[in-house]
C-alpha cells in the first residue's frame, strides 16, 4: 500500500530536484582544504563544498548539523576540531592546522535530519543515474514507481591531507576505517602513489563491504563530470587510475528502506573523500 501520510516540514528541509544529471551532482558534498598538502603547524583555511559544474557552490549546511569533525594522524587519532569550524564566513568555513609531518585524514559527519520530498519521477532519475539499483528494484516490486517519496540523509566526507615530507612510517591513519556510517577507504596512500598506478578503494556501509555501489572519481578544477566511474564488486572494492597533480574526489551514495511507521520512505547516505597533489 502506497504512504501518503503528511510529513513534518523543519528549518532543515529542502526540496531537490533531480531533473537533470547536472542537478543530481549537487548532492556531493566534500571538505575541500584551500591546499592538501602544507607545512606542519600552518594553518589552512577549508571550505565545505557540495555540487558540481555550475551547481557547485559553498554549503550552506548548519553548524548544529555536524555532528563529527576530527584529524586523524600519525600519532593522533580522532582529535576533535569542530571547534575550528564556523560555516559561511568570508574568509572560509573553518581552518585547520596539522601539528606534525605525515599524513593526516580529516573527517566530518552531520546528523540525518535533512529531508527532501522527490516526485516519482525525479526520484525514479535519481536513483537511475545513481546507480541506486536496489531501491528501484524495490519500488518495481512494490509498484511504486508512479509514488512520491520522502528521504532523510547525511553527510560523510573525509579529506586526505599530507604535512611537510612525505613519511612512509606515518601514513597509515588514512588506509583504516574510522566507522563513518558510509565510507571510502583507501588501500593505500594516495600521495605514496608513483604515476602510472591505480587506486584502490573499499566501500564500507555500516561497518560492512558494500556491493553494487557507485563510485565516481571527479577532476576538482574540471567538475561537470567524473572522468571514472566503477561498481564495487562483492567485496566492497574498485579501482582507479591515479592522478599525479590536480584535486580529486571520490564520491558514492547508498540508500536503505525504513519501516512503515518512520518519518520518512528512505534514509541516504552520502560519502566522499577529497585528496591533492601541489
Not at 606534525?100 to 529531508?115: C, F, H, M, S
Not at 528494484?137 to 604535512?163: G, N, P
Not at 615530507?165 to 583507501?186: K, N, R, W, Y
Request: proline share 8%; charged share 20%.
Amino acid at each position: 500500500m502506497s504512504r501518503h501520510r503528511p510529513r513534518p516540514v523543519g528549518r532543515f528541509c529542502v526540496s531537490m530536484l533531480i531533473a537533470a544529471t547536472g542537478t543530481v551532482h549537487a548532492h556531493d558534498f566534500w571538505v575541500q582544504p584551500q591546499a592538501f598538502q602544507v607545512q606542519p603547524v600552518q594553518a589552512t583555511p577549508l571550505m565545505l563544498q557540495v555540487g558540481h559544474g555550475p551547481y557547485r557552490q559553498r554549503s550552506p549546511i548548519a553548524l548544529q548539523r555536524i555532528v563529527r569533525f576530527q584529524a586523524f594522524g600519525p600519532s593522533d587519532q580522532g582529535v576533535d576540531l569542530r571547534a575550528v569550524l564556523h560555516p559561511g564566513e568570508v574568509a572560509g568555513d573553518g581552518e585547520v592546522a596539522l601539528p606534525r609531518a605525515g599524513t593526516y585524514l580529516i573527517a566530518l559527519e552531520t546528523d540525518n535530519r535533512a529531508q527532501s520530498h522527490l516526485p516519482s519521477l525525479r526520484f525514479n532519475d535519481y536513483l537511475t543515474v545513481e546507480g541506486l539499483t536496489p531501491a528501484l528494484e524495490r519500488r518495481r516490486r512494490d509498484d511504486r514507481m508512479d509514488v512520491d517519496e520522502t528521504e532523510i540523509y547525511s553527510r560523510h566526507a573525509k579529506a586526505i591531507m599530507q604535512a611537510g615530507p612525505f613519511d612512509a612510517a606515518a601514513q597509515a591513519s588514512v588506509t583504516a576505517p574510522i566507522g563513518l556510517a558510509l565510507e571510502i577507504v583507501p588501500g593505500v596512500n594516495p600521495y605514496a602513489l608513483p604515476r602510472s598506478r591505480t587506486l584502490p578503494v573499499r566501500v564500507l556501509y555500516r561497518g560492512h563491504a558494500l556491493a553494487g555501489a557507485t563510485v565516481k572519481f571527479t577532476d576538482l578544477d574540471h567538475d561537470d563530470a567524473p572522468i571514472e566511474v566503477h561498481v564495487t564488486d562483492a567485496a566492497g572494492r574498485a579501482s582507479f587510475t591515479m592522478p599525479t597533480s590536480g584535486r580529486w574526489l571520490l564520491n558514492t551514495i547508498w540508500i536503505r528502506a525504513l519501516p512503515a511507521d518512520a518519518e520518512a520512505d528512505y534514509e541516504t547516505d552520502f560519502s566522499s573523500l577529497s585528496f591533492g597533489f601541489l
